[in-house]
C-alpha cells in the first residue's frame, strides 16, 4: 500500500499480504505518514485532504479520515472511473511505474518482509532524492 502527495512522492509504505483487503491496514497507512517541518508554527502531520480508489469505500475509512481531519476524496462503488475522483489514480499508478523500475522491488526475491519492506523504503528514498534534486 502506497501514500503518495500530489506529485506522485512516496510518503508511507506500507506491506500486507496479497489475501487482505485494502480497507484493512487504511488506518496504519496514515499514521504512517511522518511529521512535515515548517519554519514557524505547529507541525503538519496530516495532509488537508485524500484521494483514494474504490477499494477505500467503505464506512471505516471514512470515518478513520474523519477522525483525523482529513476531507474525504474516495471514489464511489459503482460510478465511472474516469469521471470526478478516479481520474486522481494516475499519480499513484505513475509512482507505481516508478517503484517497477527497480528490480529488487519489481521482483521479490526475499522472503523476509523487513528485508523487502527495506528494499521499498530505499526505492522511495531515490524516487524523492530525484524529485528534490530538480529544484537544486
Known amino acids: 500500500h502506497l501514500l503518495v502527495d500530489r506529485r506522485g512522492t512516496p510518503l ?4 500486507s499480504g496479497a489475501n487482505a483487503h485494502d480497507s484493512t ?6 499514521d504512517a505518514v511522518p511529521a512535515v517541518r515548517q519554519p514557524r ?3 503538519r502531520k496530516r495532509p488537508g485532504k485524500l484521494h483514494a480508489d474504490k477499494g477505500y ?10 477522525r483525523r481531519g482529513i476531507k474525504c476524496r474516495i471514489a464511489r462503488r459503482g ?10 489514480r494516475w499519480v499513484v499508478e505513475r509512482t ?3 517503484l517497477n523500475r527497480f528490480r529488487r522491488v519489481r521482483v521479490r526475491y526475499e522472503r523476509r518482509d523487513d ?7 530505499f526505492a522511495c528514498a531515490l524516487i524523492t532524492w530525484r524529485a528534490v534534486k530538480r529544484f537544486c
Open 12 to 15: 508511507a509504505v506500507q506491506l
Open 25 to 30: 491496514v487504511f488506518a496504519e497507512l496514515l
Open 41 to 43: 508554527g505547529r507541525p
Open 57 to 66: 469505500d467503505y464506512r471505516k475509512c471514512r470515518v478513520a479520515l474523519r
Open 79 to 88: 460510478i465511472e472511473s474516469s469521471q470526478r475522483l478516479g481520474r486522481h
Open 96 to 98: 507505481f511505474a516508478w
Open 115 to 121: 528485508i523487502h519492506l527495506a528494499f521499498t523504503w
